[in-house]
């Protein structure tokens, strides 16, 4: 089982866009691929239809319990698509945290529970945008951590620094002690602009001086209208746009090479279009 999350210091960069497309082309590639909505604004949760109305359990239940059983699990309506639904509106999860001497590992011991590694390959858990214990948590429950940054001047530098600043917070001899999985950067909603292009390489060569602590990929997420209209519609973008006339590159292309490149066992295994699953109770 790998697990991946889904960070970045800042908000609106397309986490959940990417946290969701990504687990959903996975699945469509024959991987059993759990999502786990650890954003308090429960983006993710709504990204694609439920196969049931009203979920019995979610990630309130992951945090305080610290397990995960199969009632905080809920399937979408994609065949090896399940999610554990965000269902704390008000934000408490991260209050309760704070006082736990164990808030950094709660959620990286629960995803241990029999309920997720004998069911799933692929865990893809999505994240605030902003600093606190359960992005802490998140951050600490990964194998591998992407991070979807824009190449424009504000958002890079801060990406730099708040990458930094979470590095060193996080890492072994900060302050929780923990071991923190690679963090692979991903060029993201990047537009035809020269400005825009010289930036990415601004970025790449930032990281070089990351010192391996991070790295950028090669694969680099167009901005393109597919992605605002696939999530409209609730089905995966690589789904919605499997081919495009132009220079920019179909989401089905730019999804492919994103998976295979962040799990290079992968690489030539196509998505199967599977048949939706049936909602229940409807
Ligand atoms: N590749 C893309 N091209 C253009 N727009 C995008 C792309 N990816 C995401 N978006 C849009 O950007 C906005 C923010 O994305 P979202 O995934 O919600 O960000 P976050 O989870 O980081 O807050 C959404 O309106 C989304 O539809
Ligand atoms: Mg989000």
Not at 133 to 160: G, H, K, N
Request: charged share 25%; hydrophobic share 45%; net charge neutral.
């Amino acid at each position: 089982m790998i697990k991946f999350t889904v960070t970045s210091t800042k908000g609106g960069v397309g986490k959940t866009t990417l946290t969701a497309n990504l687990g959903a082309l996975l699945a469509d590639m024959g991987l059993r691929v759990l999502l786990i909505d650890a954003d308090v604004q429960p983006s993710l949760s709504k990204y694609f239809p439920l196969a049931v109305a009203k979920p019995a359990a979610g990630l309130t239940e992951v945090i305080v319990r610290g397990t995960v059983t199969k009632s905080c699990i809920t399937a979408t309506l994609y065949q090896n698509l399940d999610i554990v639904i965000s269902d704390d509106p008000e934000g408490n999860l991260p209050h309760w945290l704070l006082n736990r001497i164990d808030r950094g590992f709660r959620l990286r011991f629960a995803l241990q529970s029999p309920a997720v590694v004998e069911a799933y390959d692929c865990v893809l858990i999505d994240t605030q945008g902003a600093i606190g214990p359960l992005q802490d948590a998140a951050v600490l429950a990964a194998d591998i951590l992407v991070s979807p940054i824009t190449p424009e001047i504000l958002s890079a530098r801060e990406f730099r620094d708040g990458t930094m600043e979470l590095l060193d917070r996080l890492e072994p001899g900060g302050a929780l002690g923990a071991s923190l999985g690679p963090m692979k950067a991903v060029i993201y909603r990047q537009d035809r602009s020269a400005d825009a292009r010289i930036i990415a390489s601004g970025i790449r060569e930032d990281f070089i001086k990351l010192k391996g602590r991070a790295a950028v990929l090669e694969t680099v997420v167009p901005h393109a209208k597919a992605y605002k209209e696939a999530a409209t519609l609730r089905v995966p973008v690589h789904r919605h746009e499997r081919k495009r006339d132009g220079p920019t590159p179909s989401a089905y292309t730019v999804m492919h090479q994103l998976a295979w490149e962040l799990i290079p066992s992968l690489e030539g295994v196509f998505a199967d279009l599977l048949p939706r699953r049936e909602a229940q109770g409807e």
